[in-house]
């Protein structure tokens, strides 16, 4: 099996910045696409960004220009780039992939 185990999280004023990673471990035969998803609390869980295993990203309006994905496949981990954060970011951040949800990772952005 995979698990995924995600990590840099926290607390950050509106306007700043953060880096989230996804690393990857476990029964690797293949590299997976990616994504990250929130999940605010009483809301449901959204799609982030994307990233298929050639490098296509994609991101959801509310994240694009700020938010950036990418991945190291030599290390099996993929990363979130958040600039420019906004009080309503504010959430539980998953890293989705191999048919694996990681534990989640709070992000909190005060205003």
């Known amino acids: 099996q995979v698990q995924l185990v995600e990590s840099g999280g926290g607390l950050v004023q509106a306007g700043g910045s953060l880096r989230l990673s996804c690393a990857a471990s476990?029964?690797?035969?293949?590299?997976?696409?990616m994504g990250w998803f929130r999940q605010a609390p009483g809301k449901q869980r959204e799609l982030v960004a994307t990233i298929t295993t050639g490098g296509t990203t994609n991101y959801a309006d509310a994240v694009k220009g700020r938010f950036t994905i990418s991945r190291d496949n030599a290390k099996n981990t993929v990363y979130l780039q958040m600039n420019s954060l906004k009080p309503e970011d504010t959430a539980v951040y998953y890293c989705?992939?191999?048919?694996?949800w990681g534990q989640g990772t709070q992000v909190t952005v005060s205003s």
């Open positions: 989705n992939g191999y048919s694996r």
């Open positions: 476990g029964r690797i035969f293949s590299i997976s696409a």
